[in-house]
């Protein structure tokens, strides 16, 4: 069972590389849109996050709360449905604001995963 803990978070943390990189290039380049790596990265987060959380540990000292837990998914599916929305309707540019939100809750997911014991 450790394996696949270590093999999902490995793909957990390419989720979050595929996201946070994909929103840094558009930002850089000025054209703010969503690209296939955000979206990609987007589902990988919910989904290995959700593997994550499953009852596949083997119950230590180190589990996260609930609580955590519980916050981690809503940023996470907030984070998803603002990168599918815009993806799905081929919008060319999308919001400033937009945009940013979705960078921020990113790196916020991040800092959460860190940071909250």
Same mark, same amino acid.
């Given at each position: 069972?450790?394996? !696949?803990?270590?093999?999902?978070?490995?793909? $957990?943390?390419?989720?979050?590389?595929?996201?946070?990189?994909?929103?840094?290039?558009?930002?850089? @380049?000025?054209?703010?849109?969503?690209?296939?790596?955000?979206?990609?990265? *987007?589902?990988?987060?919910?989904? +290995?996050? #959700?593997? #994550?959380?499953?009852?596949? &540990?083997?119950?230590?000292?180190?589990?996260? @709360?609930?609580?955590?837990? *519980?916050?981690?998914?809503?940023?996470?599916?907030?984070? =998803?449905?603002?990168? =599918?929305?815009?993806? &799905? &309707?081929?919008?060319?540019?999308?919001?400033?604001? $937009? =945009?940013?939100?979705? !960078?921020? #809750? +990113?790196?916020?997911? *991040?800092?959460?995963? +860190?940071?909250?014991?």
């Amino acid at each position: 069972m450790e394996a !696949l803990r270590l093999i999902l978070r490995y793909a $957990h943390l390419i989720g979050f590389a595929l996201l946070l990189g994909g929103a840094v290039v558009q930002f850089v @380049s000025g054209k703010l849109r969503i690209n296939p790596a955000m979206l990609w990265g *987007a589902i990988i987060q919910v989904v +290995t996050g #959700l593997a #994550l959380a499953a009852p596949l &540990r083997g119950g230590g000292d180190a589990e996260p @709360s609930p609580a955590k837990l *519980a916050v981690k998914l809503l940023i996470a599916i907030m984070i =998803f449905v603002m990168v =599918f929305i815009p993806w &799905r &309707r081929k919008r060319e540019d999308i919001n400033r604001g $937009h =945009f940013i939100g979705i !960078l921020a #809750l +990113t790196l916020i997911n *991040a800092a959460i995963a +860190t940071f909250w014991r």
